[in-house]
Structures are given as structure tokens and as C-alpha cells.
């Protein structure tokens, strides 16, 4: 999940890996258009949070998109 959703700030981004994996998360815009790479790299099995400052987005929504073993997870969030 993401939270607080609407954002201001400081978006939090909560992430459970069922094992050590490879993981992206990205900003996207509603258009498709990547605004911001918030991780790339490998994580451990388990519950990793972690913290996007989304102050310098203009207004509206987004999706948070996650890559995590070749598959695609996303949730919109919304930026006022």
C-alpha cells in the first residue's frame, strides 16, 4: 500500500517480497510517462518500506508501479 493517499510530501510505500528479488518502483504519470525511479535493486524477503517525496509533482493522479519478479503491481495514488 501507499500512504498517506492524497499526498502532499512525503509518500510511504510498503512492500512484502515473498523472497530476495529484484524490485523497481516507479512514479508514473496517468499518460504512461515515468516522472521518477523511487528504487531499483534487490530486496529481502519480508516487509520493506520505503519513503518518495512527491512535494515537487504538480497536482493530480499517479500510479505507483512495481516490478517484482517479472510481474507488474500498481496503485493510484493522488498528489494535491
Known amino acids: 500500500p501507499v500512504y498517506p493517499n492524497p499526498v502532499q510530501s512525503d509518500l510511504w510505500i510498503e512492500t512484502v517480497a ?5 524490485l523497481a518502483l516507479e512514479v508514473v504519470q496517468m499518460d504512461g ?25 504538480s497536482a493530480g493522479m499517479y500510479v505507483i508501479r512495481a516490478l517484482y519478479k ?10 494535491y
Open 18 to 22: 515473498k523472497e530476495d528479488d529484484f
Open 33 to 57: 510517462k515515468i516522472v521518477a525511479s523511487v528504487y531499483e535493486g534487490q530486496v529481502t524477503a519480508g516487509l520493506t518500506v520505503f519513503r518518495y517525496d512527491a512535494s515537487k509533482l
Open 70 to 79: 517479472g510481474k507488474y503491481l500498481s496503485q493510484k495514488f493522488l498528489k
